[in-house]
């Protein structure tokens, strides 16, 4: 568990992960769309070519990985969406 997102990237780059690194976000369009929820769980939205932006539940790993949970990469349509699942998720 983590008290706060910084915790969870500053475990992420100091583990040698890349998640957070500005070319990755850069790549994937990707934007932190939430604070750290429950310990583990944040959104972010990420959009590809041509595409709508679109969200997702994602879980910090006690290694500083980050994984996709829920719906997947990109399973939500709406914020709101992928805030309920983390809210009424028992992971």
């Known amino acids: 568990m983590f008290d706060t997102l910084d915790d969870v990237i500053n475990l992420n780059h100091s583990t040698d992960h890349h998640f957070f690194d500005p070319d990755t976000m850069r790549f994937f369009d990707s934007r932190i769309e939430s604070p750290l929820m429950r310990g583990r769980f944040f959104v972010t939205s990420e959009r590809g070519p041509h595409m709508a932006r679109a969200f997702t539940v994602r879980c910090a790993g006690d290694d ?9 990469f990109m399973g939500y349509e709406t914020r709101a969406e992928a805030v309920e699942w983390i809210e009424g998720n028992d992971e």
């Open 64 to 72: 500083g990985d980050i994984g996709s949970v829920g719906a997947g």
